[in-house]
């Protein structure tokens, strides 16, 4: 028989080894790494923590790169994470992603993560559906401001509570839980209760998921070894959550043959680490030795003295640089040019071609780099007399006149794409030593890309106008593309990680070309990122901060840092960036407008009800022709019971927007709680009418139709909630309520399985459950269910009271009078349980 093929490795696999195999120095820092894992955790020389640092070009990266070679040499499973994590669920999904590719997937995050995304986009989805919201460039509909709060309400207070019954058909204490339906709806459910309000902390849930499969990962391999990159990005965000998570005591704990690399350009935050030595190591870096610097050279085949001596001192043994100049592979020393004046002249000398001389410049503008993105910033790459004088007059300054002629030889390439097509430049792009590429991105080092930006900037500034505007228009085309694939139905879309990434490097170009025309509309856009999600909010931030540091416009720049500071604390941070964006002056009313509703709907998700209502009154006030206000303060009157109240605002936002659906949706949701079930249902066939592939409102109407009497026409409506919106998790569970009331427990059983592969530990699932085994009499099933939904959220008086039922079939008289006691201490206008406690007692009718 033939001898098996060895397989093929793949080319990654091949241009990995040779990065590996050209990786020179570090050897001390190495030695401290790899000497590690012989110490066992319990030895005190053992660390938990390195922290690499040092200013840009010091090789950071590399070494991480490296070191992450030495963990899995020791069997360790690896996670790597650098800026693209933009909040602590953003990295434990990259994390769960990665050790799931070396076969430790994270089963109980994934679960959860999968909850997470879904309460996300539960909160957002139906803002989109009705044409919410700003427009790219910053304008906005005049019913814009209204149906954030309309969606995002509706769905926090009403149509996701996913509790154990129909309120007003089975349950009317459901009702009354009132105000604390909203946490209950927009946060319980990450949580497993008994953690002393932690289950209205997601992260703080997911932090426990993490930790649970952290600890079975931890028994399968020796050592689990994490490293996150550019920290000094990430830190004001991610430093407190792992500080605490390394530090404090968790329900799961932290494996001990975990390891933590971090790597950024400053000291750890002295505020969370201070008297943290016995378990992190501090690794500094700092240039090259001239060992380690003469032996980069020499594997690169440099070492002619002469050369090698005119390379040490210009680079500074900066480990990019020198890998910079022996990329260039000089001869001679004058052949070595100065790299303290800008990158430019650094590789041109060696790059014969005029063209690619001009893309690498061109192509320093972007902050990401693929194909297209090359395409789009060399495709008009013409340097014009004007320009080429002035980047002349720039390096001369600093290069001789030498390197000044090599910049003006840029000059004799026509349009880059011309003669080289992208796809080849990209390529060459990414075999430059100062390009970091992985499949299918690129990145300058910030080394290089900072002199070239200021070389464009200062000494061709019609060519940076123009090179930023075409990126702009490159993204605003994909970001434009990324709203055509999801349609009405898709939330606002900041909330959505593809079409905000689009949109920030947008803003970014858009800030670099022309900051003060820019600005208003960026502003707008805070706004709405503030209304979606913190993260978002940051993305929008940095987009700023870089654009402002990038252009050179020292008060942008300081600006976007205000709102990055303020947007660091994970509760109130959207709060403080929109009190932040309420001072500028740029904003015009319908902006002041939309910033007020976008935070009083903050304030609405932290419970503070007054100050929600009073950010909607001061919107009025900015603009009474937009109906966000009013739809706000209906919201969360509603929510406080004061549904006459909620009412009349709701009628005001009619006379505004007379043909909106949502405001009958919004109408007949309110007659809804207020048991008003025929009205309700006038309001909703009417919502239905003008909008009739809302999933919202044929869940409403469904439930109204049930508490009618009307279960068979009930499912109707909710099978087709589910068509349109598969992952209805509210729906699903009602679903189930319907089906087993028609005698159907098989199919309830089934769609409440299915909501809770989508709601994994939700209350409400759990305890419908249990009243489709007590009502197919299986007793002791159905007290389980109901013991694992009181688990999940001790304060769910109506699985007391339903538990309670289960107790009295099975003969267990003082368990169920138990039960009825502590679901009245919970909430004692529970007349149903009061009714029932009274019965078994014997003290009242049956």
Known sequence: MAAARPQRRSMQQIIEDRRRASFIGRAAELDVFRGNFDLPPEDVRHRFVFHVRGNAGVGKTSLV??????????????????????????????????????????????????????????????????????????????SAGSLALAQAGLIGVGMIPLLGAFAGAVDPALVARGADGVRSALGARFGHGGDGGASADPVRALTGAFLDDLARVGDQAPWIVFFLDTYERTAPYLDGWLHELITRTHRAALPDNVVFTLAGQRRLDPAHWDGAENFVTDLPLRPFTDTEARGLLA??????????????????????????????????????????????????????DPTLRTAALACALPRRLDEEITGAAVG?????????????????????????????????????????????????????????????????HEVVRTPMLRLRRVGAPQAWRDGHARLASLFAARRTAEEDGHGDAAGRPWSRPGWRAERGEELYHLLCAAPRTALPAALRDGVDACWAETPAARHWARALAEAGEDGGDGHLRSWGAECLAALADEQYGAVRALGLLLARPELDDNGRAAAYNARGWQYFILGRYQDALDDHARAVDVDPQDPGGHHGAAITRRTLGEFGTALRHIDRCAELAPEAAWVAHERGETYRRMGRHEEALAELDRAHALAPKEPLTLGSRGQVKFALGRAADALEDLDRAVVLWPDYTWALTRRAHVRRFLGDGAGALADLDRAERLSPGTAGIMGERGDVYRFDGRYEEAVAEYGRALAADPSYAWALGSRALAYEALGRTPDALADLDRALEIDPAYAWARRQRDRLDGAGPA
């Not at 959860?112 to 919410?132: D, F, V, W």
């Open 299 to 352: 594997a690169k085949g440099i070492t002619d003295e002469p050369v090698v001596a005119e390379v040490l001192r210009l680079s500074g043994r900066l480990p990019v640089l020198v890998s910079t100049l022996a990329g260039s592979r000089p001869t001679a020393p004058d052949e070595v040019d100065d790299p303290s004046a800008t990158a430019v002249e650094r590789f041109l000398k060696w790059e014969r």
């Open 65 to 142: 790169r490296e070191m992450a070679r030495v963990a899995q040499e020791r069997g360790a499973v690896t996670a790597h994470a650098d800026e693209s994590a933009d909040s602590v669920p953003a990295l434990l999904a990259m994390v769960s992603e990665q050790f799931g590719r070396q076969g430790h997937p994270l089963k109980a995050l994934d679960r959860l993560l999968a909850t997470y995304r879904q309460r996300l986009q539960e909160a957002l989805t139906g803002m989109g559906a009705q044409g919410a919201g700003a427009s790219a460039n910053g304008a906005q509909d005049p």
């Open 380 to 444: 008009a790459a013409d340097v014009g007399a004007a320009g080429v004088g002035a980047g002349v007059g720039s390096v001369a300054g600093v290069a001789g006149v030498a390197g000044a002629a090599r910049v003006a030889g840029v000059a004799a390439g026509a349009a880059v794409g011309a003669t080289t097509d992208a796809p080849d430049v990209y390529a060459w792009l990414c075999s430059l030593p100062f390009v970091t590429a992985s499949p299918g991105r690129a990145r300058y």
